[in-house]
């Protein structure tokens, strides 16, 4: 359970991005809609799988909601959070609604670059996540069961 909740933190962080070139002010500016795409988890033992997500963004100035489903060969789970921004500090909760795990979102970041602490029960995340043009990556250690994860996501 821990190894999927730290894969849901993984991906859902990916949306937490900001994209330059809209007249709202919030830190989420062109979030809003439909994203795709996937990656690589490296597992603490060593093994690597193939991950690919959809996600859904609701952007509102300071504020977000995202509904994310992914998938790799070996499961498939579905998350939902929401964040705020204030200033430089980000903030909120996320649940992993398949398995009934939640957890809390913190960190600091603006200009398309953030980093973030995902945390829930038994587990703890770090996260950089980066934003160019239509183009979002995200990098994650993790301190248990789940050493890694590199995902690319696009419009």
Same mark, same amino acid.
């Given at each position: 359970?821990?190894?999927?909740?730290?894969?849901?933190?993984?991906?859902?962080?990916?949306?937490?991005?900001?994209?330059?070139?809209?007249?709202?002010?919030?830190?989420?500016?062109?979030?809003?809609?439909?994203?795709?795409?996937?990656?690589?988890?490296?597992?603490?033992?060593?093994?690597?799988?193939?991950?690919?997500?959809?996600?859904?963004?609701?952007?509102?100035?300071?504020?977000?909601?995202?509904?994310?489903?992914?998938?790799?060969?070996?499961?498939?789970?579905?998350?939902?959070?929401?964040?705020?921004?204030?200033?430089?500090?980000?903030?909120?909760?996320?649940?992993?609604?398949?398995?009934?795990?939640?957890?809390? +979102?913190?960190? @600091? #970041?603006?200009?398309?670059?953030?980093?973030?602490? =995902?945390?829930?029960?038994?587990?703890? &995340? !770090? $996260?950089? +996540?980066?934003? @160019? #043009?239509?183009?979002?990556?995200?990098?994650?250690? =993790?301190?248990?069961?789940?050493?890694? &994860? !590199? $995902?690319? +996501?696009?419009?």
């Amino acid at each position: 359970m821990v190894r999927r909740a730290a894969a849901a933190a993984v991906v859902l962080t990916a949306g937490m991005t900001a994209s330059p070139g809209h007249a709202d002010p919030g830190p989420f500016t062109g979030m809003a809609g439909t994203w795709g795409g996937g990656g690589t988890v490296a597992l603490e033992d060593g093994s690597t799988e193939r991950i690919r997500c959809r996600a859904n963004y609701g952007v509102s100035g300071p504020r977000m909601t995202l509904v994310l489903t992914c998938a790799s060969d070996a499961y498939k789970f579905g998350l939902q959070a929401e964040v705020i921004a204030e200033g430089s500090a980000i903030s909120g909760t996320w649940s992993e609604t398949s398995r009934g795990i939640n957890g809390v +979102l913190q960190g @600091r #970041g603006g200009g398309g670059n953030f980093q973030l602490l =995902a945390t829930t029960a038994g587990f703890n &995340a !770090n $996260i950089a +996540l980066a934003t @160019r #043009g239509k183009r979002q990556s995200v990098s994650i250690r =993790a301190d248990s069961q789940f050493r890694a &994860a !590199n $995902i690319s +996501l696009s419009r």
